[in-house]
């Protein structure tokens, strides 16, 4: 992943309104409950996702498009192989936080099963609000099941 760094950095800044940095993604790295995983479709990197397992629990970090790939299944297909990841480290639940403005996002989490939980205010340092989301790994909806 450290060689990938540049292109998870291009499609981080394409993404976010507050991208992370490099910094960040290398503490990710070196964190020893951090997983993070890339999807390609051949050299191009189509999307990724940092998460962590901790205590039966999974929080999901950062889910990341490319734009060329965006409405094709990519996030769709790193949320669920991310789950079959955390089900294997035995965690239970899953959670996020979203912008609640992301209603593409919001759509995509519910389709999957999860819940909304409560809004944290003036989360981000913009002052946009999150919605809290949890799922219960267990209850996940897999492409199949729709």
Request: one cysteine or more; hydrophobic letters at 40%.
């Amino acid at each position: 992943m450290p060689e990938d760094l540049p292109r998870v950095l291009e499609v981080e800044q394409a993404s976010h309104l507050q991208p992370w940095t490099q910094a960040q993604f290398s503490q990710e790295l070196e964190s020893i409950y951090s997983r993070t995983e890339l999807l390609f479709r051949g050299k191009q990197l189509t999307g990724y996702i940092c998460f962590w397992v901790v205590a039966g629990e999974m929080q999901i970090l950062n889910v990341s498009t490319a734009p060329a790939f965006r409405r094709q299944g990519v996030a769709r297909r790193l949320l669920e192989y991310a789950f079959d990841l955390a089900k294997i480290s035995l965690a239970q639940s899953a959670f996020l936080e979203v912008r609640i403005s992301n209603h593409g996002a919001i759509a995509l989490y519910r389709a999957l099963g999860f819940v909304d939980d409560c809004i944290r205010p003036k989360y981000y340092s913009d002052g946009e609000d999150a919605l809290l989301m949890s799922c219960p790994l267990d209850s996940v909806r897999s492409e199949e099941q729709k």
